[in-house]
């Protein structure tokens, strides 16, 4: 890829993962997502066990290296996917140089019939 998606910020990101990393539109949106999305069922302890840190480093990992697409829902260990998640994300994105990677991104990764909106309630 010689553009970088939308959600690229340099210093968090990894350049040549992210380089590595298709992205495709989505629909009508307007959204450019990452080719491999990221299953967060993991996060929800449906397989084993998980603690939060190891879930953290996990999300950070995937979102460095180009993944702005991330699959979740209620049923995923009844909520703890999403909660986690959550937390991951508000974590990841506290980080002031990467707060437009925060604005563009939690838009993207999750289906939001309302993502314009959205996005112009947080540019």
Known sequence: MSVMPETYVEG????????????????????????????????????????????LEVVKIALQSGINYVDT????GHGKS???LGKDLQYVLYIPSISRFS???????????NYRL????HL
């Open 103 to 113: 604005t563009v991104s939690c838009s993207c990764l999750v289906h939001c019939p």
């Open 73 to 76: 829902a209620p049923w995923y």
């Open 82 to 84: 999403e909660s986690v």
């Open 12 to 55: 968090f990101h990894d350049v040549s993962q992210v380089k590595l990393m298709p992205y495709r539109s989505l629909g009508k949106t307007g959204l450019s997502v990452s080719a491999l999305s990221f299953g967060a069922s993991s996060l929800g302890s449906v397989f084993r066990s998980t603690d939060e840190s190891e879930s």
């Open 118 to 121: 959205r996005k112009k309630i």
